[in-house]
């Protein structure tokens, strides 16, 4: 069992690790704009042109306002997920949103992400750095320094990326996050057995995912040959891939509460964490040559949980805690 959560950490580990250079790679905020120099002087940040920053960012919004007023100076990374970013003075560091308004009537220095939502940008507005949109609209002048430019990544959702390359994948995202909410809503209690078994049997279920999908192909090829049992044949097939669904619903749960647990726990529900799981389950799954490696292990580990769980309608071993929905 030791070896099993060592298994389950080392996974989570390696997910949370291959999210940022997946999000570099997609020319998500840029290498310089993270690496934004920021120097401390006298108990307060200086950035480096000289102007003294009013205030920090302090820490992810949800759902809230965040306004910078014409005299003020913010510095620091700017997330927000269902918010509001209204920027009338200087921003020194870079904005990623989440379905998200972002007005801009000041000056950014960095690079502002934006997933859904809305992006407008005054004439007054001055960026020093990229904007990259994910089926997201643009509106207004678009008044960028040179070197920054505006890129919508989302006319690109269909296309096939090539070995190396970093396609963001809005439609996957998409479908599996409508899934995952259909699920949750659902079968709470059948995600949450899966869940279990994922957490306290790790190794035995990846065994057993492996095992299924090793022998599902030998069992559909004497099914079909039958000729006669093809509904069962196909029955087969719609079973393993609900239950693959399942499976992955279940861990992207255990991921999401993860990351809440670390950024915002007070907002750490189970809607939310299967929702920001599958996230970054499907944003990991797009990186280049290693993406579809985490994909496929997630989904073994997964269909193994559900198995040993008959589809979630019982637990398969005792958990070490109370369960809880």
Same mark, same amino acid.
């Given at each position: 069992m030791q070896k099993a959560g060592r298994l389950l950490w080392l996974l989570l580990a390696l997910t949370g690790l291959l999210l940022i250079p997946g999000f570099l790679t997609g020319s998500i905020g840029g290498i310089s704009g993270?690496?934004? $120099?920021?120097?401390?002087?006298?108990? %307060?940040?200086?950035? +480096?042109?000289?102007?003294?920053?009013? %205030?920090?960012?302090q820490g992810p919004s949800f759902g809230s306002t965040i306004a910078i007023g014409p005299n003020e100076v913010l510095c620091g990374q700017i997330t927000t997920f269902g918010g509001t970013v209204d920027i009338r003075g200087e921003l020194h560091g870079n904005v990623t949103a989440f379905n998200s308004n972002v007005n801009v009537a000041g000056?950014? +220095?960095?690079?502002?992400?934006?997933?859904?939502?809305?992006? %407008?940008?005054a004439n007054s507005s001055q960026i020093y750095g990229h904007i990259d949109l994910y089926a997201a609209s643009e509106q207004g002048e678009q008044n960028l320094q040179p070197g920054g430019m505006i890129t919508d990544h989302t006319r690109h959702a269909w296309t096939f990326a090539w070995p190396g390359e970093f396609s963001f994948p809005i439609w996957p995202l998409l479908v599996w996050l409508i899934l995952g909410v259909v699920l949750i809503k659902l079968l709470p209690e059948h995600v949450m057995f899966v869940r279990t078994t994922v957490a306290s049997r790790t190794g035995r279920s990846l065994f057993i995912g492996l095992l299924s999908i090793v022998l599902a192909p030998?069992?559909?090829?004497?099914?079909? !040959?039958?000729? &006669? $049992?093809? $509904?069962?044949? &196909?029955?087969?097939?719609?079973? &393993?891939i609900a239950a693959w669904i399942l499976g992955t619903v279940a861990i992207g749960w255990i991921?999401?509460? %993860?990351?809440?647990?670390?950024?915002a726990p007070q907002r750490n529900t189970r809607l939310i964490a299967v929702v920001v799981g599958l996230a970054v389950l499907v944003l990991v799954g797009s990186l280049p040559y290693i993406g579809w490696l985490i994909i496929i292990g997630v989904g073994?580990?997964? &269909?193994? !949980?559900?198995?040993?769980?008959?589809?979630?309608?019982?637990?398969?071993?005792?958990?070490?805690?109370p369960l809880r929905l």
């Open positions: 993270w690496a934004a $120099p920021v120097a401390q002087a006298d108990g %307060r940040s200086v950035i +480096n042109n000289g102007s003294a920053c009013t %205030r920090n960012v000056t950014v +220095n960095g690079n502002i992400t934006l997933f859904g939502g809305t992006i %407008r940008l030998a069992v559909l090829v004497v099914l079909v !040959a039958l000729i &006669l $049992p093809i $509904p069962l044949a &196909l029955i087969l097939a719609l079973g &393993l991921v999401g509460e %993860r990351i809440m647990q670390a950024i073994l580990l997964g &269909l193994g !949980a559900v198995f040993l769980s008959r589809f979630g309608t019982r637990l398969y071993s005792q958990p070490k805690q």
